[in-house]
């Protein structure tokens, strides 16, 4: 039990469709982050929350869009998305992004993607 | 650019020992982690080095030298349930965490 919990486990879509990943934790963080993990390449940080605020994005596309509504929740928005996306899209937690890069990071198990 | 290097994959036999070295060329040093991440399962937290030398935590030993921007993690007594990828990841200088394409052990019987 890692505290950090994602939905769905595995999604397919197609380019068209919008959809929503979610990712809760229960370790009374204070930033979260977006991964997305392809096989043989290491992880890619997505976006940064830390205190709700948006600290960081890393050049991603526009057709992933992120929420944080709470310290507790985030939100993946997905919408036209290429077949290059299929990934897996891990969240993870730690207490503060300030030091966050030399604290633990806890991640969630993941949201297999599969765009058609 | 900013790099880390670890081999994509290795093998072992269960009961032995085995070695995934870590180097790293980064804009500065603020801390070395290592995770493992079973299939289909969550990266999680094994150690993390800021000084050199060898951490060690039960089977799992982390090394660490500086000077050299190199790193291994050290797996004793293996088992079958220590099959599964390990990452090595580096804090540089901004405090940004600059990720390994992470090594798959497989362990044999």
């Known amino acids: 039990e890692t505290g950090v919990t994602q939905t769905p486990r595995h999604l397919v879509m197609g380019m068209t469709n919008k959809k929503s990943l979610k990712c809760e934790q229960h370790?009374?963080?204070?930033?979260m982050y977006w991964y997305k993990q392809s096989a043989k390449k290491p992880l890619e940080l997505m976006f940064v929350y830390n205190f709700k605020e948006q600290t960081e994005n890393n050049s991603v596309p526009s057709r992933f869009s992120p929420e944080c509504p709470n310290s507790s929740h985030l939100f993946l928005h997905l919408h036209t998305l290429q077949p290059e996306d299929s990934a897996l899209y891990l969240c993870a937690s730690s207490q503060d992004h300030v030091r966050g890069a030399q604290e633990t990071q806890y991640f969630g198990p993941g949201t297999r993607l599969l765009v058609l | 650019g900013q790099n880390i290097d670890q081999p994509t994959e290795m093998t072992a036999t269960e009961g032995a020992i085995v070695q995934i070295n870590c180097t790293y060329q980064?804009?500065?040093?603020?801390?070395l982690f290592w995770y493992q991440q079973h299939a289909g399962e969550a990266p999680t937290f094994l150690s993390y080095n800021v000084l050199d030398g060898l951490e060690e935590k039960g089977r799992f030993s982390s090394f660490l030298s500086r000077s050299k921007g190199y790193s291994y993690l050290l797996l004793k007594e293996l088992q079958m349930k220590d099959s599964a990828s390990y990452l090595c990841?580096?804090?540089?200088?901004?405090?940004?965490?600059?990720w390994g394409a992470g090594t798959k052990l497989i362990i044999k019987p």
């Open positions: 980064t804009s500065g040093f603020n801390g």
């Open positions: 370790l009374g963080h204070n930033a």
């Open positions: 990841a580096v804090t540089d200088s901004n405090y940004q965490l600059i």
